[in-house]
Every structure is written in C-alpha cells, then in structure tokens.
C-alpha cells in the first residue's frame, strides 16, 4: 500500500512540475500544437541509428530514475505506452523535447548536447512503437514544432 502510494505521490510531482514547466516556457498551448503541428510521431521522423544513440545516452543518463526498460522506479514517471499517451498526446515533439532538456537529468538539468537530448527523444519515441524514418529529428525548433504527438495513427500518415 505504501508502495503504490509512493507511486501515485511521484506521478503527482512529476505531472505537476511538467505543467509548471510548459507554462513557465510558454509551451502548454495543447490547442496551438493541435492546428500548427501538420506532420505526427507516425511520419518517421527519426532514424533507427538517432534511436541506437539515444537508447546508448538514455542509459547513461536517465535510466537510473526512468529504469532501462522506461516503465519507471517509483519516484520517476513511465514514458511508455499509456502513461506517455496520457502526458504527451496532442502535444509536440518540440514540447517534449523542451521538457526533457530543461528538466533532465534531475540533478543536472540542461547538462547534455542538444543532439543527444534529440537522440533521447528518438529513443523514447522508438519506445512508444513510433515508426522510424529516413532522417533524423531536425535540430530547428520549427521542424519539432510541427510534429505532433499522436496515440493512434491519423489519416494522411504513412504506414
């Protein structure tokens, strides 16, 4: 019981500081993501090897709160399957990327290069059975901007 309490407890942080965060910076305008964004997480918008590295620096630097498998230890949030839908769906790319960057590592926010930042995120998007592509995550805010995160494939995505 104590356990599941300290689970509930953590997500409730968590979620609390990822709204504090989206409107501390302005992002958490779900309603603009959903007319501005004109591509989705089903496009194939990383490459498998962005992927390879990101899983490579994911390891490095946020397994040990998010666990290697991304379900989460208790006092850090899945970023899998329901739990990521539940967080990130209808956002951007360019939101969750922010959000991972300005916030990530715990102790040492900000602290990687942005391309690995952008590898992580490839990675968790490979987590979550996003589709690769032929390029990788764009470094322009704009081309992460017009990405939307969605949970089930929408018309007009490629297979």
């Keep these: ?3 599941r309490l300290a689970i509930v407890s953590a997500g409730i942080v968590w979620l609390a500081s990822t709204a504090l965060a989206l409107s501390v910076t302005g992002l958490g305008r779900a ?3 959903k007319t501005t964004a004109s591509r989705s997480v089903w496009d194939g918008v990383y490459t ?3 992927a390879k590295r990101g899983r ?3 390891i490095q630097a946020c397994a040990s709160c998010h666990a290697e498998d ?3 230890n208790g006092t850090a949030p899945s970023l899998i399957e329901e739990s990521f839908s539940f ?3 209808e956002m951007t790319v360019w939101e969750l990327f922010v959000q991972i960057r300005t916030l990530m590592p715990s102790d040492r926010p900000n602290s990687l290069p942005s391309q690995s930042y952008r590898d992580i995120v490839a990675f968790i998007l490979q987590s979550n059975k996003f589709p690769p592509g032929p390029t990788e995550l764009d470094a322009e805010p704009e081309a992460l ?3 939307r995160i969605t949970a089930e494939r929408r018309e007009g995505s490629r297979p």
Excluded: K, P
């Design 87 to 89: 967080v990130w769906g």
């Design 1 to 3: 019981m104590q356990a």
């Design 56 to 58: 490579t620096r994911y």
């Design 31 to 33: 309603q603009e993501a």
């Design 48 to 50: 498998e090897d962005q």
């Design 145 to 147: 901007r017009q990405i």
């Design 70 to 72: 991304l379900r989460g």
